[in-house]
């Protein structure tokens, strides 16, 4: 995200949030889904090419706090696109595009994901801030996805690669049906171990304001051009070793500080921009299908 490009919507929004924990230093945008473009849960981007590119996210705006240094980019590199809609609809979509020297994912207990490659995403739709451990997962939520691969995990929750943990009391599970999200993972046959691989981590959902056991009792947070969100994601990362084993080595997180997996005052804050506060990106050529690895990265790299 360049600054100067986005100094106009900064001061428009500073008057209605206040920064929690930015690593940026004052917050992140989400874009309002165009209605002429259709979401397709798919791990593949072919439908976030009206994206306005300056408000891709990109390790160089993202802290680090396993070792409090920034990988480098041949090590593992990320980008990140959020974006939201008005009701009815009323959900908020990511596209997270993951490059990896090494891919990571031999564990077989979905508790344990994040000592490996993976991709957490915590929200406070009502921007509360606060604890969220206890109660568990009410006050917010750590919602966590990851790539299957043979002799890895599966949960049994929607198509399997998204669910609500860690420690989630199993009756919150219902509002993982509401997530409409997959996993890619090129290039075609690449497993744990494999290396130089390519991952898109997409997700669409909605937000509640406290998430309780049972859905009747659950309040759904009604997004609203110019409000701002607790929403931080916390991407981790670890290559296969000889011992394997937990392996993590990095997480890169839009928060500054380590704490968002256990209180929302360390949440990132991402401000709802509607359609025409940015600009539109081309949506020629949208196809990604056949991009390879390398072209991946000469664009991270521009
Ligand atoms: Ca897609
Ligand atoms: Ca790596
Ligand atoms: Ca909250
Ligand atoms: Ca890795």
Redesign the pocket.
Known sequence: MRICAVFGVLLLAASTCFAHSNANGFGYFALEWPSDVTYVADGEDGDWAWYDPNFIVTPDEMGEVVQQVI?DKS??DVSIRTAWSQAPDNRIYGFVRVT???LHAAETDPENGWYEDDLEIITDGDHSGGPYRDPNQVNAQQWTMHVQVPGGYSTPYGNGTTWLRKDADPAKQWATAYIEADVSLSPPGATHGSTNVTLGYEFAMPLWVNLENDEASTERVVLQPGMTIGLTYQLN???TTPAEGAAR?HQLVTGDVNGAHRDQDFASDFTLLTVGEYTRGSDAGTAVEGSTWGKIKATFDE
């Open positions: 990988p090590d593992i990896d020297d090494s990362e670890a290559d080595t």
